[in-house]
């Protein structure tokens, strides 16, 4: 009995010790340089920082809304969760960039911690688990979202809470509590989760329906009553704001009118020939549907997976979102996995999340898209050290010093690729970066502030569109003063828009009434050449980003 | 036993309609490369000599400068002697080999899987998916060399592992005879089929060494039927193609690689990380993925239409779920030769990769048939592991299958010609056929080069006897090895038209000038001029 204890105590102090390291590498690589790397806030960093700020000092966001469950924003609806979350760390850094990426970066680290404990569950294997979440917080699509304030990480760290505490909750029933609640959270952080967290869930259901059958019925009622009760005002709100299921409208597969001209084409040469085969074949609805297989297969590109990326602010430049030597690991590991000893339910689980993650990018367009896709994490690094353990035993069969080659060998690569990644992320992210992180504002403004001109006119034609939100995040515009101006009216996709005696509107210098009291905050090409400029801002790799011109 | 035989002949049947059925017509004109051949197969079944007049030329065929492996032009000789110069003769050696090809993966699956119980089926299996294969249909379908290269490498593996077998030495000289044919016929060939001959001598090499006279033997004949190409390999010439398409001349990515070291303030690591060896390296893994994208395989195919007609890809959707099975079950099971499968399709992308232009559905061909016969194996295992409900998963499947094939077919008969016909450089054709025509009433016959390479199709159409051609032709070569041809007879071939009197133009619509007197137009098939004949 007392050796139990203690070999239970040894087992716990183990972990603990495992959990530790985890949280040092993954706190390391997310809070080193917070704020300066990425360079700036990109506008959607902004108007989350910004309405939090609005929040805690108003109770209403830029809109007026009182306590709302959704951002208006620039008319893309965002869900607000991630807003509330900002709101504590504003009391420790101010409203700032800091304050804007922290709950990110507490989540990140968070799921690092969860993965380990997650794949413990699962694998009952410590090394292993390890390995997994070692991977995970090393994993440059990992690092990459939760350095940022981007939402779908924490939806992505919701997710994995959810399915975590389900796992435990077959035991413990009132897990099942917080695993709704995770499930619920997530859809009020990130638009995808709408479409992922009820798929997962009830993968799990599916999968897990016998044991879930022997929890006590007063537990799963209260489950299911307090996930209804969570739900509602999100429902109610979709209910009564129609609009805010404009921006899923804007980028979903159906508004993509680009493929309708070839196929009327085609529509009108089979009516001229009588053939009614092609009725049904050359018909848009089936363009739908080869196109979202296309999109969703989009993801499975191993170009994009480990050398492309895709837009600059999803990845460090000239890397994909794995590390290269994963890869024949990665292949290796999902048939390892597959033919692993593991019951039939956790390798059912992993794969039918393996395969879910892709399904709500994939009826959008802008595809692949790694932060639609974001659950995808951490099934790769699951595979991976899969891959990796089988190959290390299939070593140990062979000979002892095959397998220490192959220990050095991938090591080697490991902490070359490792090496590579922090050279591109912190230091070259910033250079080749900086226009796509809308770098150079917190300069403008301050410069901006310290002329005291009684008009600013600044545009907002890409790429420094929005601009108006990072005019109110850098001056901490009263928020107030700012509601009381604008009366419900705010910035809208690359709409004009006021307050105070900031005007943003696009800039045409030829009609233009120039009074000296008016200074232009403007892109390069809206000024002519031989101008007075009282300021230019550069971009990181020295091109000129923002000029800044009285009006004479 | 008779069932199975009668289903092979089925299914080859089926290849053959499939590339037979309006061979001439659709696709709807020959490009330039295509009427090269016909052409120099006319010339050689004539007097023995190219068009521009090397005696039996086994290293190269001129052309336009692009040094084509010669044995597509040879293989055509025989069909143009019987069906004339025409579209249909041009391509029959693609289409006749490519059929031929279902049959030998016949063959070569038998051999790949020999020891299982199930081989026949999956031999099948892998034969009915090729016969139906979009990629393997459309290269079937016009003069591309590579179809043929393909079906030499399918040949010379099938031999080989039946020499393993049956150590007949007999069977091993015919396999070293495929290989190098295949080097003959295409470009890419070149490295795919030297490298699978290295795989597999590495799997037998206990075999070989056991029987070293006749392995002697063999290599010394293969070393003798490679001296012509050797000798044409380490000229200048041989390397002017490679340097037009590969990556490694994209001085932009060193640029880069400077920058990025200047950024880390010239460290010493930084010139480790950022060497320019492994840039290059990198940029190859990305042309060398690019043939494996989802999108090229199984949404839209390759990017030029005359490769994929853009509705598929170069698999069909409907392959995934069985690819995904028969790889597992390969890999899992460990049957026979069935590493050779996936390797087979790894080497096939390694000589397409140095080139910019990636995907590129012509000079991966090599990885046929093996998508196919993953294909077939995942099929057949499915319908084991689904004891009970075997005939109605057949049924569906197949079902779907049928489907998918309608789909391609559909689009590729109704639709195909009029979207891409330009691809295809139509127009040429009716317009030499006018100029012929009428080619007394005038002095000069002025075509222009805006469509490229209007001698050709001149030669081609008009049936200039190749004496004529070599003796009242001027032809122009460049530094770059680029051959121009700018008169014929009376046909001349200006890059810039110049106005004469008592001349027939035939120009593209832009370079008709407002006082000409327009004749005739000549459009492609959605209707858009491409063509236009007129005087001055």
Same mark, same amino acid.
């Given at each position: 009995m007392k050796s139990q204890i203690s070999n239970l105590k040894s087992q716990i102090t183990n972990i603990l010790f495992l959990v530790v390291v985890l949280i040092v590498i993954a706190a390391g690589l997310r809070l080193w340089e917070v704020g300066q790397v990425p360079p700036s806030p990109d506008w959607d960093e902004a108007a989350l920082g910004y309405n939090a700020?609005?929040?805690?000092?108003?109770?209403?966001?830029?809109?007026?809304?009182?306590?709302?469950?959704?951002?208006?924003?620039?008319?893309?609806?965002?869900?607000?969760?991630?807003?509330?979350?900002?709101?504590?760390?504003?009391?420790?850094?101010?409203?700032?960039?800091?304050?804007?990426?922290?709950?990110?970066?507490?989540?990140?680290?968070?799921?690092?911690?969860?993965?380990?404990?997650?794949?413990?569950?699962?694998?009952?294997?410590?090394?292993?688990?390890?390995?997994?979440?070692?991977?995970?917080?090393?994993?440059?699509?990992?690092?990459?979202?939760?350095?940022?304030?981007?939402?779908?990480?924490?939806?992505?760290?919701?997710?994995?809470?959810?399915?975590?505490?389900?796992?435990?909750?077959?035991?413990?029933?009132? +897990?099942? &509590?917080?695993?709704?609640?995770?499930?619920? $959270?997530? =859809? @009020?952080?990130?638009?995808?989760? !709408?479409?992922?967290?009820?798929?997962?869930?009830?993968?799990?259901?599916?999968?897990?329906?016998?044991?879930?059958?022997?929890?006590?019925?007063?537990?799963?009622?209260?489950?299911?009553?307090?996930?209804?009760?969570?739900?509602?005002?999100?429902?109610?709100?979709?209910?009564?704001?129609?609009?805010?299921?404009?921006?899923?409208?804007?980028?979903?597969?159906?508004?993509?009118?680009?493929?309708?001209?070839?196929?009327?084409?085609?529509?009108?040469?089979?009516?001229?020939?009588?053939?009614?085969?092609?009725?049904?074949?050359?018909?848009?609805?089936?363009?739908?549907?080869?196109?979202?297989?296309?999109?969703?297969?989009?993801?499975?590109?191993?170009?994009?997976?480990?050398?492309?990326?895709?837009?600059?602010?999803?990845?460090?430049?000239?890397?994909?979102? +794995?590390? &290269?030597?994963?890869?024949?690991?990665?292949? $290796?590991? =999902? @048939?390892?996995?597959?033919?692993? !000893?593991?019951?039939?339910?956790?390798?059912?689980?992993?794969?039918?999340?393996?395969?879910?993650?892709?399904?709500?990018?994939?009826?959008?367009?802008?595809?692949?898209?790694?932060?639609?896709?974001?659950?995808?994490?951490?099934?790769?690094?699951?595979?991976?050290?899969?891959?990796?353990?089988?190959?290390?035993?299939?070593?140990?069969?062979?000979?002892?010093?095959?397998?220490?080659?192959?220990?050095?060998?991938?090591?080697?690569?490991?902490?070359?690729?490792?090496?590579?990644?922090?050279?591109?992320?912190?230091?070259?992210?910033?250079?080749?970066?900086?226009?796509?992180?809308?770098?150079?504002?917190?300069?403008?403004?301050?410069?901006?502030?310290?002329?005291?001109?009684?008009?600013?006119?600044?545009?907002?034609?890409?790429?420094?569109?929005?601009?108006?939100?990072? &005019?109110?995040?850098?001056?901490?515009?009263?928020?107030?003063? @700012?509601?009381?101006?604008?009366?419900?009216?705010?910035?809208?996709?690359?709409?004009?828009?006021?307050?105070?005696?900031?005007?943003?509107?696009?800039?045409?210098?030829?009609?233009?009434?120039?009074?000296?009291?008016?200074?232009?905050?403007?892109?390069?090409?809206?000024?002519?050449?031989?101008?007075?400029?009282?300021?230019?801002?550069?971009?990181?790799?020295?091109?000129?980003?923002?000029?800044?011109?009285r009006g004479e | 036993m008779v069932k199975i035989k009668l289903l092979l002949v089925v299914i080859v049947l089926l290849a053959g309609l499939l590339r037979f059925w309006q061979l001439g017509a659709i696709p709807p004109s020959l490009t330039w490369d295509e009427v090269a051949w016909g052409y120099n197969a006319y010339s050689i079944g004539i007097d023995g000599r190219d068009e521009f007049g090397r005696y039996l030329p086994l290293d190269y065929l001129e052309s336009f400068g692009d040094y084509k492996p010669p044995v597509y032009a040879y293989l055509d000789v025989v069909p143009v002697k019987i069906f004339g110069l025409t579209e249909f003769a041009t391509r029959f050696p693609s289409a006749l080999l490519g059929t031929l090809t279902v049959l030998v993966t016949y063959f070569l699956v038998q051999r790949l899987f020999v020891q299982s119980t199930r081989k026949k089926w999956y031999s099948l299996a892998a034969a009915l998916f090729l016969a139906v294969s979009p990629w393997h249909i459309m290269l079937s379908r016009a003069a591309f060399e590579a179809n043929v290269a393909l079906f030499f490498i399918v040949c010379g593996g099938w031999l080989y592992l039946s020499f393993i077998e049956n150590k007949k030495v007999l069977l091993l000289l015919l396999s070293v005879l495929s290989f190098i044919v295949s080097v003959y016929t295409f470009n890419s060939a070149r490295v795919v089929a030297p490298l699978l001959v290295l795989v597999l001598i590495a799997s037998s090499w206990r075999m070989l060494w056991h029987m070293k006279k006749t392995t002697i033997f063999v290599f010394l004949f293969g070393i003798i039927l490679l001296l012509p190409f050797v000798h044409f390999f380490l000229s200048p010439q041989s390397k002017l193609r490679y340097n037009e398409v590969n990556i490694f001349s994209d001085v932009s990515l060193v640029k880069e690689a400077n920058q990025q070291i200047a950024n880390d303030k010239n460290a010493w690591w930084s010139k480790i990380l950022h060497n320019r060896r492994l840039v290059y390296s990198v940029a190859y893994m990305q042309h060398y993925f690019d043939n494996l994208s989802p999108s090229f395989l199984f949404i839209q195919g390759d990017g030029n239409p005359k490769f994929s007609t853009r509705d598929v890809g170069q698999l069909y959707l409907w392959d995934i779920p069985f690819l995904v099975i028969g790889l597992l079950f390969l890999a899992r099971k460990k049957i026979g030769y069935w590493w050779l499968v996936p390797v087979w399709i790894l080497l096939a992308i390694v000589p397409a990769a140095v080139a910019r232009e990636t995907p590129h559905a012509l000079r991966t061909e090599n990885m046929l048939p093996m998508w196919q016969v993953i294909a077939g194996v995942g099929f057949i295992e499915s319908i084991v592991f689904l004891k009970k409900y075997r005939k109605i998963f057949v049924g569906i499947s197949l079902v779907f299958l049928f489907l998918s094939v309608l789909y391609f077919q559909h689009g590729y008969y109704a639709h195909y010609s009029r979207e891409f016909s330009g691809e295809w450089q139509d127009g040429y054709k009716q317009a030499l056929l006018y100029a012929k025509q009428n080619e007394n009433s005038y002095q000069h016959i002025v075509i222009t080069s805006a469509l490229g390479r209007p001698y050709i199709y001149t030669l081609f159409y008009n049936k200039i006897a190749p004496r004529d051609f070599r003796s009242t032709s001027i032809v122009n070569r460049d530094a770059f090895g680029f051959v121009d041809v700018v008169r014929v007879g009376k046909y001349e071939f200006p890059t810039k038209i110049t106005e004469m009197k008592n001349t027939l133009y035939i120009a593209t619509p832009q370079e008709v000038p407002q006082h000409a007197q327009i004749l005739q137009t000549f459009p492609l098939v959605n209707g858009q001029p491409a063509l236009v004949a007129y005087t001055l």
């Open positions: 700020y609005s929040l805690l000092h108003t109770g209403r966001d830029e809109y007026g809304q009182f306590l709302p469950v959704v951002l208006r924003s620039f008319d893309d609806y965002k869900p607000a969760l991630y807003s509330y979350l900002i709101i504590p760390f504003l009391f420790l850094f101010g409203l700032s960039i800091q304050a804007v990426r922290m709950p990110s970066i507490f989540f990140g680290i968070t799921t690092v911690v969860v993965v380990f404990l997650l794949a413990e569950h699962l694998f009952n294997n410590k090394k292993l688990s390890f390995l997994i979440a070692l991977l995970l917080a090393i994993s440059p699509w990992h690092i990459q979202f939760s350095r940022i304030g981007f939402e779908s990480n924490v939806g992505l760290a919701f997710n994995i809470f959810g399915i975590f505490f389900f796992l435990k909750g077959l035991k413990k029933p009132y +897990l099942l &509590f917080l695993s709704v609640f995770s499930f619920c $959270a997530s =859809i @009020y952080v990130y638009q995808s989760e !709408k479409v992922f967290s009820p798929l997962m869930l009830f993968m799990l259901i599916v999968i897990f329906h016998k044991q879930l059958f022997q929890v006590s019925k007063k537990h799963l009622i209260t489950a299911i009553l307090l996930g209804i009760l969570f739900i509602l005002p999100m429902g109610l709100y979709l209910i009564t704001n129609p609009n805010a299921l404009a921006r899923a409208k804007g980028v979903s597969v159906f508004s993509d009118n680009s493929q309708i001209a070839s196929t009327t084409l085609r529509i009108g040469v089979d009516m001229k020939n009588h053939d009614y085969l092609g009725y049904v074949v050359d018909n848009r609805r089936l363009v739908f549907v080869k196109d979202i297989a296309a999109n969703y297969l989009s993801h499975y590109d191993l170009k994009w997976l480990f050398i492309t990326g895709d837009v600059s602010r999803h990845h460090a430049p000239f890397m994909g979102l +794995l590390y &290269f030597w994963e890869l024949p690991f990665l292949i $290796a590991g =999902i @048939y390892y996995f597959i033919f692993s !000893k593991y019951d039939k339910k956790t390798k059912l689980l992993i794969l039918g999340w393996f395969l879910l993650a892709p399904l709500p990018a994939s009826v959008t367009t802008g595809v692949p898209h790694a932060v639609r896709t974001l659950n995808f994490l951490p099934t790769w690094q699951i595979f991976i050290a899969f891959g990796l353990f089988g190959f290390y035993k299939f070593m140990e069969q062979k000979n002892k010093w095959l397998q220490y080659g192959f220990i050095a060998c991938v090591s080697i690569a490991a902490i070359f690729n490792f090496a590579y990644f922090v050279d591109q992320y912190f230091v070259q992210q910033n250079y080749y970066n900086s226009l796509d992180w809308q770098y150079g504002y917190e300069q403008a403004v301050s410069y901006v502030s310290s002329l005291g001109a009684k008009e600013v006119v600044v545009t907002n034609q890409p790429p420094l569109d929005q601009s108006y939100i990072f &005019f109110l995040f850098y001056l901490k515009y009263d928020p107030f003063l @700012y509601q009381s101006q604008t009366k419900d009216v705010s910035g809208g996709f690359r709409e004009d828009h006021v307050f105070g005696r900031y005007v943003f509107r696009p800039i045409e210098w030829n009609i233009e009434k120039k009074n000296s009291q008016t200074i232009y905050v403007g892109r390069p090409e809206d000024f002519p050449s031989n101008i007075h400029v009282l300021k230019t801002i550069f971009y990181l790799d020295g091109k000129p980003a923002i000029e800044i011109v | -």
